[in-house]
């Protein structure tokens, strides 16, 4: 990687920009549990950033040895949607209006790379990260192959006009990071979930911090 040749920077939304995975884990367990399955954590955390739909028919496949029919993704689709709005708001992650400000404020590009379909979505970052992504985003709804298909990540570059070259993601999950190197894009993963740092080394992070904080000290080194 050439610091000088970055133009933009692509961010995760859950576990990256919000406080979120806590939730998620919760919701995803009471749906899964509605129908007698016991979606076990570490399987959450290892799933994470795929879409919705895809995770409920992964989850089918890995432990049910089936395959769920169109209605039944829907209603569990649904029921865990109904889950999770009821958990209210998740926090900003600690740290990360920091980063994004020292980002904006050195005139890189920003970009949010999600798997959410939320519509409420865009205006909700907005709002909470002060325009910083000039509505610059990739859901669910944007793309036919979610994460660890690279489509969300080069989909990205496209929207950003930047090469694979000239962007840096920053990702959380194993899934997310598969993407964004597969879209042949340098990659920082901040561990905020219960798995192993090696997981996210494995799944091909090129650098993996604990913290916000030394993600950012990281960053102000590279490009101050």
Not at 70 to 84: A, P
Not at 157 to 183: F, H, M, R, W, Y
Not at 187 to 213: C, H, M, P, W, Y
Request: proline share 4%; net charge negative; hydrophobic share 35%.
């Amino acid at each position: 990687m050439i610091a000088k040749k970055i133009k933009a920077f692509l961010f995760d939304m859950d576990g990256v920009l919000y406080d979120s995975m806590p939730l998620h884990e919760m919701s995803w367990k009471e749906t899964f549990k509605s129908i007698g399955v016991d979606y076990p954590t570490e399987m959450i955390y290892m799933n994470e950033g795929r879409p919705g739909r895809e995770t409920i028919v992964e989850v089918f496949s890995d432990i049910l040895n089936k395959t769920p029919d169109r209605n039944t993704i829907e209603e569990l689709y649904s029921k865990k949607t109904e889950i999770m709005n009821t958990m209210g708001t998740a926090k900003l992650m600690e740290g990360m209006p920091e980063i994004v400000e020292y980002l904006h404020q050195k005139n890189f590009q920003l970009c949010v790379v999600t798997g959410s379909s939320q519509k409420s979505l865009i205006e909700y970052i907005n709002h909470n990260y002060n325009d910083r992504f000039n509505d610059s985003f990739v859901t669910g709804e944007d793309v036919k192959r979610g994460k660890p298909d690279p489509e969300p990540y080069l989909k990205a570059l496209q929207l950003t006009g930047c090469n694979a070259d000239e962007a840096i993601v920053i990702e959380n999950a194993p899934l997310g990071v598969k993407s964004s190197k597969a879209a042949g894009i340098y990659t920082l993963a901040i561990n905020t979930g219960k798995l192993k740092n090696e997981v996210l080394s494995s799944a091909g992070a090129d650098k993996v911090f604990e913290n916000s904080a030394d993600m950012q000290d990281w960053l102000m080194k590279k490009f101050n």
